[in-house]
């Protein structure tokens, strides 16, 4: 086949397609590249390495399947990389961090197929992709917690990776009413977000009923109840207070739920190097809010818990017999 790094020309027939499974087919893009290569000819080099024998191709799927459509295009130039099953996949995934990235849900093949199939740990896949265990764990969850029908409609493109992430907060069984209320009511990832959450917290089947029928109502309702109406038995600052923090539980939520389950890959680079200082400032802030809430609560609790002793102890004083007798006493012999 040649020696390792070589660029050589290879007749499309010895190409094969193993790790093709870890794609996704993608028409448009396929005709936009077959266009291309009748126009300028193959630019850059497609990417293989040999397994078990045979050639595979690692990088470059849309050039192959343009070129088998074009009769005067019986070859394509390739670079020869030495690499295994776990190498090949990382060198999927890192060879198409440029230009059209690869779909999440093609991240999640790979990822699978590095923990489940070759047996890495999530720490080791992690590594090896240059990401994070989290961002690991989350494509997991694609793969492991999606319902057939939500892998479906991800694979089509009919279900965007964001309300994708949210579905799989649901059990299975739920992920399918979930998914059909999304698409009848054509619900944002923004909204499946809040349907989610609601359907969640729902206390009842009543109440998931509502939230599956009505989703928007059920949204709204629950933005009207943000801010609660002013306790009677607060004052004007508790009052505040209540209200402030209804605020700020609300948007934490919203924000807990991006990082969990949207994150980096929602990012561009230029959107990442602005905003990690907001994040290092949110991090540096909620810990001290933290730290003085902990404090509030514990003064709150010391509090309670004097007034309790002292009521007690008030008690036990009014109702001790040697008191009553020694009151009655006096009273009799004065």
């Known amino acids: 086949m040649g020696s390792v790094g070589e660029v050589r020309q290879l007749a499309l027939e010895e190409i094969g397609e193993y790790y093709g499974r870890y794609r996704l087919h993608d028409a448009d893009a ?11 000819g193959q630019i850059s080099p497609v990417v293989v390495c040999l397994r078990d024998g045979a050639i595979e191709l690692v990088d470059g799927f849309k050039r192959l399947s343009a070129a088998r459509a ?22 999927i995934y890192s060879l198409n961090q440029v230009g059209r990235r690869i779909q999440e849900l093609e991240e999640a093949w790979l990822v699978y197929a590095l923990v489940r199939e070759d047996g890495l740990t999530q720490v080791d896949a992690a590594e090896l992709l240059g990401r994070h ?24 493109g009919l279900l965007s990776p964001t309300a994708a992430r949210q579905l799989t907060r649901l059990p299975v069984g739920n992920q399918v009413e979930v998914l059909a209320a999304m698409r009848r009511e054509s619900l944002s990832a923004a ?24 989703p928007r109502e059920a949204i709204a309702q629950v933005h009207a109840e943000i801010i609660p109406p002013s306790d009677p038995r607060l004052t004007v600052a508790g009052n505040r207070l209540s209200k402030e923090m209804a605020i700020v ?76 007798a020694e009151a009655g006493g006096s009273s009799e012999h004065g």
């Open 30 to 40: 396929g005709r936009a590249m077959e266009t291309s290569l009748k126009r300028y």
């Open 249 to 324: 539980l609300d948007r934490l939520a919203r924000i807990e739920t991006w990082f969990q389950f949207r994150g980096l890959a929602e990012l561009s680079l230029a959107d990442r190097g602005i905003l990690v200082r907001h994040v290092e400032r949110l991090v540096g802030q909620a810990r001290v809010t933290a730290d003085l809430a902990e404090e509030f609560v514990t003064e709150i609790r010391h509090e309670r818990d004097v007034a309790q002793r002292d009521c007690a102890s008030t008690g036990e004083a009014g109702l001790d017999p040697g008191h009553r």
């Open 133 to 156: 265990k989290s961002w690991v764990c989350r494509r997991l969850a694609l793969i492991e917690r999606l319902s057939p029908e939500a892998k479906d409609d991800l694979r089509l």
């Open 191 to 214: 909204e499946m977000r809040e349907v989610v959450d609601l359907f969640l917290a729902s206390a009842d089947a009543t109440q998931r009923a509502f939230v599956l029928e009505r």
């Open 70 to 91: 074009i009769p005067s295009m019986p070859t394509l130039l390739a670079r020869v990389l030495a690499l295994d099953d776990r190498t090949a996949k990382a060198a």
